[in-house]
């Protein structure tokens, strides 16, 4: 079974319309992580958070919302739906190891498309 | 702020090697990553710097100089299977991973 799993793998929807993407985790790790992916642009940072009482928003957080229901699990929610936001949108995992910061683990992604 | 520089793609030869650089600026730099990401799927860790030096693991190598802010990925003895993108983060002390725009490469017979 995959540690970080993400729903709807592809989803499209009208400009206005309510979105929530959701990301799941086995790994057990404390920190979760948005970005969303536009060709040539690589990956952009939306929201993080380190556990269930810390959200911080990335480099791109205008327009989206996030709740960190438990540890295993981080939703993305985009409140009103614009063209712009069709994207690839990835969630990560991370943990800190003694050597410092922690390798992130990709989920499959899920595929937006705003019309 | 953090901002990292890559190039945008690269094409080499298969059974060749190739350096993908990185110039990066970040307060509090806490390591830098190297990811692969092939086409419509996720990224995947390919290696990880924190301190100056060379790093090897199999065909895949990262340097990182971290007062000249810059790291490069060499990758020997290239296969087709190599063709990806490839990512270039930085993390720093607040746990924030940002990431260039990637470096597409295609390697030829």
């Known amino acids: 079974d995959a540690d970080v799993t993400q729903t709807p793998r592809n989803r499209i929807t009208k400009t206005g319309k309510r979105i929530m993407l959701e990301c799941s985790q086995t790994k057990g790790h404390d920190r979760m992580y948005w970005y969303r992916q536009d060709p040539g642009l690589g990956l952009r940072l939306i929201y993080y958070?380190?556990?269930?009482?810390?959200?911080n928003k990335g480099e791109i957080s205008d327009g989206y919302s996030v709740s960190r229901q438990a540890q295993a699990k981080f939703s993305l929610s985009l409140e009103s739906a614009i063209p712009n936001q069709t994207a690839l949108y990835f969630c990560?995992?991370?943990?800190?190891?003694?050597?410092?910061?922690?390798?992130?683990?990709f989920g499959p992604g899920t595929r937006l498309t705003v019309l | 702020g953090q901002n990292i520089d890559q190039p945008t793609e690269m094409t080499a030869t298969e059974g060749a090697i190739v350096q993908i650089n990185c110039t990066y600026q970040t307060s509090g730099f806490n390591g830098l990553f190297w990811y692969q990401q092939h086409a419509g799927e996720a990224p995947t860790f390919l290696s990880y710097n924190v301190l100056d030096g060379l790093e090897e693991k199999g065909r895949f190598s990262s340097f990182l100089s971290r007062s000249k802010g810059y790291s490069y990925l060499l990758l020997k003895e290239l296969q087709m299977k190599d063709s990806a993108s490839y990512l270039c983060g930085t993390y720093n002390q607040g746990g924030k991973l940002i990431f260039g725009q990637g470096t597409e490469l295609s390697v030829k017979p």
């Open positions: 958070s380190f556990d269930v009482k810390d959200i």
């Open positions: 990560a995992t991370s943990d800190l190891t003694s050597g410092g910061a922690g390798e992130q683990f």
